[in-house]
């Protein structure tokens, strides 16, 4: 059901879509909110099942507890926080902007002994070797991008696109990752993001390379750059856009409420954006992590990365197939506390989804962009001015 490469690869695609044109012309009464389908994901050779029926199913299975809301604003004890001692006995300094340092649990290390040569094809063993970074926000234990300034967002943006100029000169994939929520495997609350870098191409990016690369040799465009083009057009599957960005959920969406955010122009890297364009960009993450959190009212959980052209030895060959993109992926389906579940079918056959991408797209769009917490705070302070009267 992959590989579009191989023979079956595109024996199995054309069969589908051959019939998903000839349907659309026989059946009429196709509904896609009502009716089971396929769809298939270029920027990953693999094709979605869409049962948005499903939605329909009570259900009976695992409730999440709904997340802490209160979080101190500065907690001596919390690792991330400014003059806090973390687990190596370093102590942080009293910073209040962005502030980066090793992580203290690393995956990746610069050093690392060769594994050896295996002995068979089925027990390939290989060196990996890198750097981990953590990256805080902001200063404040109780914030989150979202409630975080423009100016501030840019800060961020600023030194991600500084990190990935200083490792991507050595390393050839540096992948910059938000892990937000504990619904995510988040272990802090303190609003971070990490930076892993590596010795090798991991197998996502090198996914993306692959399918980009050959849509480029075949249309002579970005893939990414013309999907842009594409839904700009459409416009069912957008939920934020500006001059510079455009964020939608994506045509073969998985997860409930996934996004796809993509520069209009073609850019290569973070680092290669102008300042409008970090700035910009700022405005924008700030506008869809609001709607994000006001579709259920929580500190909204996701997991989210941006991918880009590789770098090290790469940084000198033609990457003209790549386009910068940010995968947000967050796991919340039908409420705070039901989630989706990769298990099962997921697992063992093929990625599924239970509401449309077009559906999801326009809940998001049709939420407001003050965020619920502003709001509720206005609400407080004109209540409190009406009872000093």
């Not at 990625?351 to 502003?374: G, I, M």
Request: overall charge negative; glycine content about 4%.
């Amino acid at each position: 059901m992959q590989s579009s490469s191989s023979g079956d690869g595109v024996l199995y695609e054309s069969i589908f879509r051959r019939q998903d044109m000839d349907g659309n012309k026989q059946t009429p009464d196709f509904d896609q909110t009502e009716h089971q389908h396929i769809r298939y994901n270029p920027l990953r050779d693999m094709w979605v099942l869409v049962s948005a029926h499903r939605m329909k199913r009570p259900w009976k299975g695992q409730v999440e507890k709904p997340s802490e809301e209160y979080v101190p604003r500065h907690d001596p004890s919390n690792p991330l926080c400014p003059g806090a001692t973390r687990a190596n006995g370093m102590v942080n300094p009293e910073y209040d902007s962005t502030f980066l340092f090793d992580n203290d649990f690393p995956a990746l290390q610069p050093d690392a002994p060769e594994p050896g040569v295996s002995d068979h094809s089925l027990f390939q063993t290989k060196a990996a070797k890198g750097v981990c970074k953590v990256m805080c926000f902001h200063p404040w234990s109780d914030i989150t991008l979202p409630l975080m300034q423009v100016s501030e967002i840019k800060n961020v943006i600023d030194k991600w696109a500084e990190l990935l100029v200083d490792l991507g000169a050595t390393y050839p994939w540096v992948q910059i990752f938000e892990n937000k929520g504990a619904m995510m495997g988040c272990s802090n609350p303190h609003p971070h993001s990490q930076v892993w870098a590596s010795n090798f191409l991991p197998n996502e990016p090198r996914l993306a390379d692959r399918c980009q690369r050959e849509y480029y040799r075949d249309k002579g465009v970005p893939m990414l750059l013309e999907y842009a083009k594409q839904e700009i057009q459409r416009k069912e599957r957008v939920v934020v856009e500006n001059e510079d960005w455009l964020v939608v959920v994506p045509y073969w969406a998985t997860w409930p409420f996934q996004t796809l955010l993509l520069p209009r122009r073609h850019v290569l890297r973070l680092n290669d954006l102008s300042n409008e364009e970090r700035q910009s960009l700022a405005s924008i993450m700030k506008r869809l992590l609001t709607k994000y959190d006001n579709l259920f009212e929580i500190s909204f959980p996701y997991s989210m990365g941006w991918h880009g052209a590789p770098t090290g030895h790469q940084l000198a060959e033609d990457m003209s197939h790549w386009q910068l993109h940010a995968h947000y992926y967050p796991p919340l389906l039908r409420s705070s506390t039901i989630r989706k579940f990769m298990v099962g079918y997921e697992m063992l056959a093929q990625e599924q989804r239970d509401l449309t991408p077009e559906q999801a797209a326009e809940r998001l769009r049709n939420l407001p962009e003050e965020h619920y917490k502003t709001k509720a705070d206005k609400s407080n302070l004109r209540e409190n001015a009406k009872e000093s009267k």
